[in-house]
């Protein structure tokens, strides 16, 4: 059965679907980046979605990455919610750059099934413009769950994965691979709904 066009004007106009020959229309959040945002859909991170970042290993430069849009952020008033990194952050390095150490939260669950369920209820509860979190291990099906949870509050979710993850489904909106590199950062758009995927960025020297 063939869907009557009117049936599928709500969709469109949610960016629940997109037409084939045109980008989907999504609000986003300004990465920081002019390059990087020039090759997203919308100009940056999408708002009430899941965006991956995938690294080869920790350190490369994944906070870096996300700085400019946390301390724009946090001093328009936003809060940001950090669950479970690897490293505790450094709190005068934070400070130093310019972002509101009073508009960031970090949360250590004790185990991978308390970081996903912290993360579910942080992205739905609609008190965090961000969610910065390191879930581990995640199934498609939690995966999923965090990003219904992103819709309704009305968050950008960020998950750090494994770059192995690359192998794996995922309901995300975005999935950026962090290249390993000694100075740039250089990221690979490996999905964004309603763009191109398959493009690079890389770090003005």
């Not at 049936?7 to 679907?17: E, M, N, V, W």
């Not at 989907?24 to 859909?41: F, I, K, M, N």
């Not at 999408?46 to 849009?69: D, F, H, I």
Request: aromatic share 4%.
């Amino acid at each position: 059965m063939t869907a009557r066009p009117e049936s599928l004007a709500p969709l469109l106009a949610r960016a629940q679907l997109w037409r084939g020959n045109q980008q989907a229309s999504v609000r986003t959040q300004s990465t920081g980046h002019p390059g990087l945002d020039a090759l997203l859909p919308g100009g940056g991170w999408p708002v009430g979605a899941l965006s991956e970042v995938l690294t080869p290993r920790l350190g490369c430069g994944e906070l870096q990455l996300l700085m400019p849009w946390l301390i724009r952020l946090t001093q328009a008033g936003g809060r940001v919610a950090l669950l479970r990194p690897p490293l505790l952050p450094y709190a005068p390095a934070f400070a130093q750059s310019g972002v509101v150490l009073s508009r960031l939260l970090v949360v250590n669950p004790e185990n991978e099934e308390a970081a996903q369920w912290a993360c579910e209820q942080s992205l739905r509860s609609g008190g965090f413009s961000a969610v910065l979190a390191w879930p581990g291990r995640i199934a498609n099906q939690a995966l999923r769950k965090l990003q219904l949870a992103a819709e309704v509050g009305d968050a950008c979710g960020i998950l750090y994965r494994n770059r192995s993850s690359l192998s794996e489904a995922s309901p995300a909106a975005l999935r950026l691979e962090l290249k390993d590199g000694p100075e740039r950062l250089s990221v690979m758009v490996h999905k964004c709904r309603g763009g191109m995927p398959g493009r690079r960025w890389q770090q003005a020297a």
